[in-house]
């Protein structure tokens, strides 16, 4: 695992997937709540995108649940996946949902050893949790993936 500080969008086009990370919170529309952080910037960058994560997690019956990770079944094509936090956009982060998140990202990784990942600091921010918090649970990530923080 690499730490990185800037602007997460600018390796955008070069990465292999770029993880947001989000929560489980459906409207009554059907789209995922991507109301802030990581997860507003891509939705705004990705009008569609908070409907198809939405129909993805009630496809896969996590709505309001623990999906983990999400990789868009059209990799690498489409390069952005839902990294989970949190199942409450209103509630913080919880360190045990990023370690099986984590889990299940190495879980992607051996699949995909070579793949370049980016990733925001999660549970950080918008999810209240600290550096220190999380850092022993991401600390396990291969060096191909990305941490990215901003000041």
């Not at 929560?23 to 995922?32: C, F």
């Not at 990770?69 to 045990?96: C, E, G, M, N, Y």
């Not at 990023?98 to 879980?107: F, K, R, W």
């Not at 699949?111 to 999380?134: E, S, Y």
Request: glycine share 8%.
């Amino acid at each position: 695992m690499q730490l990185v500080n800037g602007d997460i969008w600018s390796v955008y086009e070069e990465t292999d997937l770029f993880c947001i990370t989000t929560n489980s919170t459906l409207k009554r529309t059907g789209d995922l709540v991507m109301g802030a952080g990581i997860a507003l910037q891509a939705a705004q960058r990705f009008p569609m995108l908070p409907s198809a994560l939405g129909a993805a997690i009630r496809m896969n019956g996590c709505a309001s649940r623990f999906y983990g990770l999400l990789v868009s079944p059209r990799w690498p094509t489409a390069k952005i996946a839902a990294f989970q936090t949190k199942i409450d956009w209103r509630k913080p982060s919880a360190t045990h949902f990023i370690a099986t998140s984590v889990d299940q990202l190495c879980a992607w990784l051996a699949d995909h050893p070579t793949a370049r990942v980016d990733l925001p600091f999660p549970g950080i921010g918008h999810g209240g949790l600290t550096p220190a918090q999380v850092m022993p649970i991401i600390a396990r990530l291969s060096d191909n993936v990305h941490i990215w923080t901003h000041d």
